[in-house]
Nanobody, 124 residues
Framework: QVQLVESGGGLVQAGGSLRLSCAAS????????LGWFRQAPGKEREFVAV???????RYAESVKGRFTISRDNAKNTVYLQMNSLKPEDTAVYYC??????????????????WGQGTQVTVSS
């Protein structure tokens, strides 16, 4: 059973940076893809980024060039470095694990396990 715990959220001014972390436990970490999603009030949960076991990543167009996803298999941790933050990045950010395929998928139903979420608030 994979468990995911996010940390690193907070309040930041527009243009600032934050780094989110997601610690995984319960299964061989390096074997599956890990993604970040976010959900703003009144909106559906949306894809942000995903990274495969080999380090290959995909990004949503809205964050490309500003966010970077990475993973440290030795620490069982995945990171989301967020730079040049905008007020529209305000949301609860969730870490998720896709345990069933090596394809880097971007839809919510594709992911089997979810963390509890961490709040990111960007003030203008």
């Amino acid at each position: 059973q994979v468990q995911l715990v996010e940390s690193g959220g907070g309040l930041v001014q527009a243009g600032g940076s934050l780094r989110l972390s997601c610690a995984a436990s319960g299964r061989t970490f390096s074997n599956y893809a890990l993604g970040w999603f976010r959900q703003a009030p009144g909106k559906e949960r949306e894809f942000v980024a995903v990274i495969g076991w080999n380090g290959i990543a995909r990004y949503a167009e809205s964050v490309k060039g500003r966010f970077t996803i990475s993973r440290d298999n030795a620490k069982n941790t995945v990171y989301l470095q967020m730079n040049s933050l905008k007020p529209e990045d305000t949301a609860v950010y969730y870490c998720a694990a896709d345990l069933t395929t090596v394809v880097l998928r971007t839809t919510v139903p594709a992911y089997d396990r979810w963390g509890q979420g961490t709040q990111v608030t960007v003030s203008s």
